[in-house]
């Protein structure tokens, strides 16, 4: 099995109240049987959309790129929903952790990028142990040079070394493997599915949620919920509630023990836009 990892998706002006600004790492899972014709796939659309060869697509495409000026509106929107339909009939399953970047990070991180990172790593380990395989992670090159990739591949290597509080990594063949996502349509894929989440969680209205809505259904899934599994908005106590009303989940499972969404004594309870 293959993880296919973008991380540092950023929303620093949520319009949801009293959200903080969002920092997420998230990807997408598939199985080496299907990595093929899933990148082939996504190629072909690409030709056929008119990108210049070479050129990747994004959430947010870069000022000055074909992207940006070529493909807007109806048909960006319908491009993107190409992209996660061509995913999801290759069976690809979607992760993506979310976190506040103002509250505060749980004690054995340093940052909320590590902390991201330790979760989603958790969760890749999860779905390799669920399919019976060993998955290998491709993540996309960090921003910030040759001394940031280092960085970020060797806080990958200890915690896959070490493990997690809740998890020991056993199903993680080696450390990531870190390339330009220019090269891979399928980590193009990935960005997309975590930059469209990231916005979504954070109120965005144009774009995200009609996208998010053919995305949701990728989304890993545990005892018939998403929160905390597909996708896990930090801290959780702050924002269980969004499960319910973004995700659809009726049950808050913590610790193994489970409340029924929306709970009433926590924030939104009464609706996503109401704190």
Request: aromatic share 8%.
């Amino acid at each position: 099995m293959y993880f296919f990892f973008a991380d540092d998706s950023k929303q620093n002006n949520p319009t949801r109240p009293r959200m903080g600004s969002l920092l997420a790492t998230g990807g997408l899972f598939i199985a080496g049987d299907n990595l093929a014709t899933l990148e082939k796939s996504l190629e072909e659309l690409c030709q056929k959309t008119g990108f210049p060869k070479n050129e990747e697509f994004k959430w947010s495409p870069r000022r000055g790129s074909w992207m940006h000026c070529g493909l807007v509106d109806d048909a960006r929107k319908g491009f993107f929903a190409d992209v996660l339909k061509i995913c999801a009939t290759n069976h690809a399953t979607a992760v993506i952790i979310l976190s506040d970047s103002t509250s505060r990070t749980p004690c054995d991180c340093t940052n909320h990028e590590e902390f991201t990172t330790k979760m989603l790593i958790e969760r890749v380990n999860n779905l390799a142990a669920s399919s019976g395989s060993d998955a290998v992670i491709i993540t996309d090159r960090p921003g910030g040079g040759l001394s940031a990739e280092k960085k970020f591949l060797s806080g990958c290597f200890e915690t896959i070394r070490s493990g997690t509080p809740f998890v020991m990594p056993t199903k993680i063949a080696v450390n990531p493997i870190a390339t330009d996502s220019h090269l891979i349509r399928t980590l193009q894929a990935a960005d997309l599915i975590v930059s469209c989440t990231t916005a979504f969680v954070s109120g965005q209205t144009t774009l995200a949620p009609e996208t998010f809505e053919i995305l949701k259904p990728m989304l890993s899934r545990n005892l018939d919920r998403a929160g905390g599994v597909g996708v896990k908005i930090h801290p959780d106590f702050k924002y269980a509630n969004l499960y319910h009303w973004l995700l659809g989940d009726d049950l808050l499972i913590k610790n193994m023990n489970g409340q029924t969404l929306p709970i009433a004594s926590r924030p939104y309870s009464t609706g996503p836009d109401h704190y």
